[in-house]
Nanobody, 115 residues
Framework: QVQLVESGGGLVQAGGSLRLSCAVS????????MGWYRQAPGKQRELVAS???????TYAESVKGRFTISRDNPKNTVYLQMKSLKPKDTAVYYC?????????WGQGTQVTVSS
């Protein structure tokens, strides 16, 4: 069974940077087609960055030019480099497949951006 463990969140001032990590265990193929989601209080979970099955990347308009998704296949880890952070980026960030059926969701990692 695939397990997802997110880490790297924290409190940062507006304009700062963070790098999130998603450790994927349980299948060497599980890292394909992965993405990063976020959920702010009172809002639906949204996909912010992802790899397609073909390996290209996609980004939500709100994070284009500021967030970069990458992966380390031997380590089965997906990263999200976030720069120029804004208070509206505050959310719990999760990793999972870009399209369903989803793996069991991890606990997420909290990102808080202060103004």
């Amino acid at each position: 069974q695939v397990q997802l463990v997110e880490s790297g969140g924290g409190l940062v001032q507006a304009g700062g940077s963070l790098r999130l990590s998603c450790a994927v265990s349980g299948s060497i193929f599980a890292i394909n087609g992965m993405g990063w989601y976020r959920q702010a209080p009172g809002k639906q979970r949204e996909l912010v960055a992802s790899f397609t099955r073909g390996g290209s990347t996609t980004y939500a308009e709100s994070v284009k030019g500021r967030f970069t998704i990458s992966r380390d296949n031997p380590k089965n880890t997906v990263y999200l480099q976030m720069k120029s952070l804004k208070p509206k980026d505050t959310a719990v960030y999760y990793c999972n497949l870009r399209v369903p059926p989803f793996y069991d969701w991890g606990q997420g990692t909290q990102v808080t951006v202060s103004s």
